[in-house]
């Protein structure tokens, strides 16, 4: 079994910033593209970001084009979130993702095989 375990969310005022971690650990598997998504209460969960993680390309939504960056530390097993000029809209309990094709539809959770438990982001206005 795969575990993903997510940290680094709280509490920060609008135009702070944060970073989330996301820990990889149990039996080795293809990790093709490993995501972040968010899921703000009575809202669907919704893509963030994505990096294919060999080649380190990377895919954003429009919403944190520009302000978010994920990247991947391979030697750490991890993958993080930096997030920048958070804005109120960004509140929501944030999941890291792992897929072990690399096809699928980037912003299609049911494309991804493993999840992580998520960590709350409250940005207060």
């Known amino acids: 079994q795969v575990q993903l375990v997510e940290s680094g969310g709280g509490l920060v005022q609008a135009g702070g910033s944060l970073r989330l971690s996301c820990a990889a650990s149990?039996?080795?598997?293809?990790?093709?593209?490993m995501a972040w998504f968010r899921q703000a209460p009575g809202k669907e969960r919704e893509f963030v970001a994505e990096i294919r993680w060999s080649a380190g390309i990377t895919y954003y939504s429009n919403d944190v084009k520009g302000r978010f960056t994920i990247s991947r530390d391979n030697a750490e097993n991890t993958l993080y979130l930096q997030m920048n000029s958070l804005k109120p809209e960004d509140t929501a309990v944030y999941y890291c993702?792992?897929?072990?094709?690399?096809?699928?539809?980037?912003?299609?959770?049911?494309?991804?095989?493993?999840w992580g438990q998520g960590t709350q982001v409250t940005v207060a206005s």
């Open positions: 149990g039996r080795t598997f293809s990790r093709h593209r």
């Open positions: 993702a792992a897929a072990g094709s690399p096809f699928g539809t980037q912003t299609r959770p049911r494309d991804y095989d493993y």
